[in-house]
């Protein structure tokens, strides 16, 4: 049975109707028609729209959902060529090629993941370094090249030191960049050569140091869901729903997504799936309850995809039984 059947049992189903798509755009009109001339090769009008963004943390956001759709491989590096002084071609050209090393290499366990994908992973990570550095070059204010570039650090081995570097070279251009804390967060996690402390004390670190209604408290939510997952049965399930964890959960939503002063970002809708999965296995439903309400459906393939099934259907699953206790 798959981790989503052990929580939920075989015979839970759901009631809330059918089971909503995952929207790769996240209803952002502006990401739907870049990803329409990202799959239509239209670099020109997909170059025009990106330069026309200003904020550095909406154009990294949106860059990092146009290097999740496939086939720009094919087309980018004759664009870069078309256009040898643009930064631009270059950083969608590296954070594609981040995205497309870890299809590669899938998400395996290191054990399960075969010479030949080792390989391949290696080969475009150093692509993608050689193109985001390059990038990062020709425009020294830009968040989005250090982004990506602690993802790459992290899939390459790179160490502590190179990730700390990569990590605060994006806050010295945007301090309270959620993402980058989030890659972060993922460095500092046991599996990543960590330990739940580290990662747990720059969670809430970072929570706190933040005004109130900032998007950062997420950081806390996705600790726990990081320590819960790394457990076995009635040790997960001990840790998840103890009370030190679930005021804590609570604390962070309180100072983040249920906070008056937080102002919905870009990609909103994966703190709030984050938050509405914590609670829920923190058998907290009601809170969890008005999360999903807000979401209205707008299911996010991460977190839920950790529990091995349809990250759509376990979003139902536990939406529905919030609905019922809530």
């Known amino acids: 049975m798959s981790l989503l059947g052990r929580l939920l049992g075989r015979r839970s189903g759901h009631a809330g109707g059918e089971t909503p798509a995952i929207d790769p755009a996240f209803g952002d009109a502006d990401l739907r028609l870049m990803l329409d001339q990202n799959a239509a090769a239209d670099w020109p009008a997909l170059r025009d729209g990106l330069a026309a963004v200003a904020d550095q943390a909406d154009l990294t956001w949106l860059v990092a959902q146009l290097a999740d759709a ?72 830009w968040l989005a090249p250090w982004y990506f570039l602690q993802i790459s650090a992290r899939g390459a081995s790179l160490g502590p030191d190179a990730a700390r570097y990569r990590f605060e070279a994006a806050l010295r251009r945007r301090a309270d960049h959620l993402g980058s804390h989030r890659q972060r967060l993922q460095q500092l996690c046991e599996k990543w050569g960590g330990s739940h402390e580290e990662m747990h004390d720059f969670a809430r670190t970072a929570m706190l140091a933040a005004p109130e209604g900032s998007p950062l408290g997420e950081l806390v939510a996705l600790a726990h869901l990081e320590h819960w997952l790394s457990l076995d049965g ?66 996010t393939r991460y977190p839920w995809a950790y529990l091995n099934g349809s990250p759509a259907e376990a979003y139902v699953k536990f939406r529905d039984l919030a609905a019922r206790a809530g």
Do not use: C
């Not at 590296?94 to 090393?101: F, K, N």
């Not at 909103?268 to 058998?283: I, P, R, V």
């Open 70 to 141: 496939p086939g720009s491989e094919t087309w980018l590096p004759g664009a870069a060529a078309d256009e040898p002084d643009s930064a631009l071609p270059l950083l969608l050209l590296g954070a594609r090629h981040v995205s497309w090393a870890w299809e590669a290499r899938t998400r395996a366990t290191a054990q399960h993941v075969s010479k030949e994908q080792w390989r391949v992973f290696g080969e475009r990570l150093e692509s993608a370094e050689q193109h985001l550095y390059e990038a990062a070059e020709r425009e020294p204010t």
């Open 234 to 299: 009635a040790d997960a399930r001990a840790y998840i729903n103890s009370p030190a964890v679930r005021d804590r959960l609570h604390e962070a939503a309180d100072r983040s997504v249920r906070h008056p002063a937080y102002s919905r970002p870009r990609g909103w809708q994966s703190a709030h799936n984050t938050f509405a999965m914590a609670l829920s296995l923190a058998g907290q439903p009601a809170a969890a309850n008005l999360l999903f309400r807000e979401l209205d459906g707008a299911v």
